[in-house]
């Protein structure tokens, strides 16, 4: 499962036909440049010359800075502290269709998140609400009414089946999974 081609830390937030992949914090000094928190680990999501929406407007970027590893980025056709401040909190996006397709049982979060998870007996324990990336494997948190919320590793043995189309996940209950 994958946030972006090179995976990404959290989930990329998901409107319409659009994947945010980054928010803008607050100005970075007085030409115009912008502090960003990026949404995804793919570099060329947020390089010179990338075409985004910045708030829904279509926008390329004009220069990338890394002062204390954070990227700030220059817009095109923004300029000076003002413009940049009210782009304060604007989400960074790119249409969903300029995503790669990924490989065969490798999934975006945005694609993830809503699923309803099923066990292999077919019993409804809740929503899948995001994917957490632990390093060794994901862990999918179910939200599941009048409960706490249920981490499911996805790991073979436990994940068996993902159906986009049905929209749903359906896993083995494992000893323990439950409590």
Do not use: C
Not at 3 to 30: S, T
């Amino acid at each position: 499962m994958t946030n972006d081609p090179a995976g990404g830390p959290p989930p990329e937030e998901h409107v319409e036909e659009r994947v945010a992949v980054g928010r803008i914090n607050a100005p970075w000094g007085v030409r115009g440049h912008v502090k960003v928190t990026p949404f995804t680990r793919n570099p060329e999501r947020l390089a010179v010359g990338s075409r985004v929406l910045v708030a829904g407007e279509p926008r390329t970027i004009r220069d990338v800075k890394s002062p204390r590893g954070y990227p700030v980025i220059l817009f095109e056709g923004i300029s000076g502290t003002d413009a940049a401040d009210r782009l304060r909190g604007a989400l960074i996006e790119i249409e969903e269709a300029d995503l790669p397709a990924l490989p065969e049982d490798e999934y975006y979060v945005h694609d993830l998140v809503g699923l309803r998870v099923l066990t292999a007996a077919g019993e409804e324990l809740g929503t899948l609400e995001d994917v957490l990336e632990t390093g060794s494997n994901d862990v999918y948190v179910v939200r599941r009414p009048g409960q706490k919320d249920l981490l499911v590793p996805a790991i073979d043995g436990v994940l068996l089946e993902v159906d986009l189309e049905a929209g749903t996940v359906t896993i083995e209950v494992v000893p323990g999974l439950l409590d």
